[in-house]
């Protein structure tokens, strides 16, 4: 029987509630699809570190690498300084493992309230590729003549060029996965008629960080070379907050840098319901991927039973799909959806049922 090695960090605040309804969904498709999960618990985190004043070593980070996958709660803590977790574990974790993109899909499913008039699922189903090793992220920079007058700080926007090329590569290959058995519903006729299949946007600032985006914009370019079906598409980041409201549904696939897709993903997780819903992969297609959903620890939360766990759930479709088991992905999906059908809200506090009721009723209609 297919067994997978799963290192599993439930984190802080709602971290540990969502991802013990996520492990229920987990073991009732891996029942029915047959497969086998060795879960292994690891209490990185917020907690641990007040305790012992550990973040997370080179030893623990390394001992990651053995595993299938990782399943991430949240980590942050609101006794902790902003940085030091975010930094010293997320941090660490997606450039440590090399987990290079950032995959959020955005989905508006059916009978979920979002803000947006005007617009349906029929509009908001597109994904954002984010890319997640480089730009300020890295926190190349310094602070000079602190605490003066003449104080200075930096944080530099940095790009290598084999940072754009297998970020890009991993967005023109996406667009084709995406459209392997149908074109992309958003092409015109004359497009499909072309050979297109999808769409691929660049979302970025070419008219101010001219250096960064030339290069972005160059390999996009040389590489389109290779993937004549993929039509290209670029959008400024600041242009992109108005049509991710007013006209999402001209988006397929967005590829961007690693700030400005933090950016537009919360914006984005607005419209297909908020961050209750809204899931994530960190993705290194050569070695291990880890898997959570975009919301925070929202530590005012903790315990109380009020937590989304959906973002959670839905994560671990796209680690299932990570994985090859489409099967249990793709009944994930159905399950969510036929829950969400009986919520009231999928905000967090509002949704008509518990954290752990949702679990349950997610795992039984697998
Ligand atoms: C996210 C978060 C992180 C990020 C923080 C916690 C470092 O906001 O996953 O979107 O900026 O990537
Ligand atoms: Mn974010």
Redesign the pocket.
């Known amino acids: 029987m297919q067994t997978y090695k799963l290192a599993v960090i439930p984190g802080d605040g709602i971290g540990p509630e969502v991802v013990r309804e996520g492990l229920k969904v987990l073991d009732a498709v891996s029942r029915t699809y047959d497969f086998k999960v060795e879960k292994t618990f690891f209490d990185y985190g917020g907690e641990r570190y007040l305790k012992t004043g550990q973040v997370l070593s080179d030893d623990e980070l390394n001992g990651l690498r053995a595993f299938d996958a990782i399943y991430l709660g949240a980590?942050?803590h609101p006794d902790v300084r902003p940085g030091i977790l975010?930094?010293g574990i997320?941090?660490k974790l997606?450039f440590g493992l090399e987990q290079y993109i950032?995959l959020r899909p955005v989905h508006l499913y059916n009978n979920v309230p979002m803000p947006i008039k005007n617009k349906g699922p029929e509009h908001i189903d597109y994904v954002v590729v984010r890319e997640?090793t480089g730009d300020v992220?890295t926190g190349e920079g310094e602070i000079r003549n602190k605490g003066t007058a003449d104080e200075v700080a930096t944080q530099v926007m940095i790009y290598s060029r084999k940072q754009v090329e297998r970020c890009l590569k991993y967005a023109f290959e996406y667009v084709l996965k995406r459209h392997a058995t149908a074109p992309w519903k958003g092409l015109s006729d004359e497009e499909k008629s072309q050979g297109y299949v999808g769409k691929l946007t660049l979302c970025g600032k070419s008219n101010v960080l001219t250096n960064v985006f030339d290069l972005w914009d160059r390999v996009m370019k040389t590489m389109s070379a290779q993937y004549p079906q993929v039509k290209l598409d670029y959008v400024h980041v600041d242009a992109m907050c108005i049509y991710l409201i007013e006209a999402p549904e001209r988006f397929d696939v967005i590829v961007t840098t690693?700030?400005f897709g933090?950016i537009i993903?919360?914006l984005a997780a607005v419209t297909q319901g908020g961050m209750g819903v809204a899931p994530?992969a960190n993705i290194n297609p050569s070695s291990v991927s880890m898997f959570?959903p975009?919301h925070?620890s929202a530590p005012q939360f903790a315990g109380k039973g009020v937590a989304n766990p959906l973002a959670a759930i839905l994560t671990l479709k796209l680690m299932m799909e990570h994985l090859k088991q489409d099967k249990a992905a793709a009944d994930i999906d159905r399950a969510v959806q036929s829950v969400m059908l009986r919520m009231k809200s999928m905000l967090i506090g509002q949704m008509g049922y518990s954290t752990a009721e949702i679990g349950n009723m997610v795992a039984q209609s697998l």
Do not use: P, Q
């Open positions: 980590v942050g975010e930094r997320l941090l997606r950032n997640n992220y690693n700030m933090d993903t919360d994530s959570e975009v925070g």
